[in-house]
């Protein structure tokens, strides 16, 4: 029962325009949520985090955005670059604990110059 | 520099044939996991450890066994592995298990084949 869904696999962009990634969720209690970004042969980095008492956070050109009522969060790149071309992952905890940390499948997003 | 490091890399190994993936971290993180990733699954927790000699099963723990011995280091055991243990295994640490800014870091991925 995945509590966290990226329902696209796959998302492609052109340079310069908005990549707007998508995220639902289905815990209720879930309170913080998370974007990891993983290239080919590397790990998953940590790349911008929301608490729920927030509605957007913004850190450069990522923002997220997150809807408590429909469950759904969102990661707005702006604008897009090539080097953005990465799988990313969203995550969402109970209580800020990792223990409870549960990850969506992925959405690779590719950039094109 | 700050790192999560796994090995090996790669491995195809065969069915039955124990191995342990090693995993170790230089940032005196307390609080140290073991993911697998799967198509369509995202990442799923296999185990965890939140200091030495305290560990604990994760989401998908079956066929896993782990150890905390030292604080910077967390192996993964496979007794007996077998063909859906076939997956991508990620090491990961953090300073402590909750709190905000606590973030994840993960090592560089292991791909096991198991034959």
């Known amino acids: 029962d995945q509590q966290v869904k990226q329902n696209s696999p796959s998302l492609s962009v052109q340079e310069g325009r908005i990549s707007i990634l998508n995220c639902d969720y289905t815990?209720?209690?879930?309170?913080?949520f998370l974007w990891y970004k993983k290239y080919p042969a590397e790990g998953p980095t940590f790349l911008i985090s929301i608490s729920s008492i927030k509605d957007k956070n913004e850190d450069g050109r990522f923002t997220v955005f997150l809807n408590k009522s429909a469950k759904h969060l969102s990661l707005h790149i702006v604008p897009s670059q090539p080097g953005d071309s990465a799988v990313y992952f969203c995550?969402?905890?109970?209580?800020?604990?990792?223990?409870?940390?549960?990850f969506g499948a992925g959405t690779r997003l590719t950039v094109k110059p | 520099e700050a790192q999560v490091t796994q090995n090996p890399r790669y491995l195809i190994t065969v069915t039955g044939k124990k191995l342990t993936v090693t995993c170790s971290q230089n940032?005196?993180?307390?609080?140290m996991s073991w993911y697998r990733q799967d198509p369509g699954l995202g990442l799923r927790q296999i185990y965890y450890?939140?200091?030495?000699?305290?560990?604990d099963k994760g989401d998908v723990p079956e066929g896993y066994k782990v150890s905390r011995k030292e604080k910077r280091n967390f192996p993964l055991i496979l007794e007996s592995p077998s063909p859906n243990q076939t997956s991508l295994y990620f090491c990961?640490?953090?300073?402590?298990?909750?709190?905000?800014?606590?973030?994840?870091?993960f090592g560089e991925g292991s791909w096991l084949t198991v034959v």
């Open positions: 940032m005196n993180h307390e609080y």
């Open positions: 990961a640490s953090s300073l402590s298990p909750t709190g905000t800014g606590n973030t994840i870091y």
């Open positions: 815990n209720s209690m879930f309170d913080y």
């Open positions: 450890s939140m200091n030495v000699e305290v560990t």
């Open positions: 995550a969402a905890s109970e209580r800020y604990n990792n223990n409870d940390m549960r």
